[in-house]
């Protein structure tokens, strides 16, 4: 999957197909506007980085939303969950494979699992 196909697949789009099937209090239209907020941001960063290939770069924009969601969720009633976290280090992150090859590198570049906080 490439980092343009991943405006596409983010995992709000899952948290707003819950919210409606289930009533689920958690996430509102707010919240969710200012995830993809974030994550259209970081994905946009990952883009024009793409053509700097330069992994401190690359790690600081991770480093960013990481502290950015940490933020968000202190802010709004820990409205991320163990689930949603890891719908966010999983297919948005990781799955995308932020791929050091995007930047000149063979490796991924992967957010461990446990920098956000709970």
Known sequence: MTLQELF???????WSERMIEYGDDFFTEERLLMCDKVLDNYLNQLILLQETK???????AVEEI????NELNEKNDYFIETMEREELTEPS?????VRQKDFGKGDSCRVPEHSLGS
Not at 8 to 14: E, G, I, Q, V, Y
Not at 66 to 69: A, E, G, K, R
Request: positive net charge; aromatic residues 4%; without cysteine.
């Open 93 to 97: 992150i990781n799955r995308s494979s």
């Open 66 to 69: 990481v502290i950015t969601f």
């Open 8 to 14: 596409n697949d983010k995992p709000t789009k899952l």
């Open 54 to 60: 330069h992994p401190e770069s690359i790690m600081k």
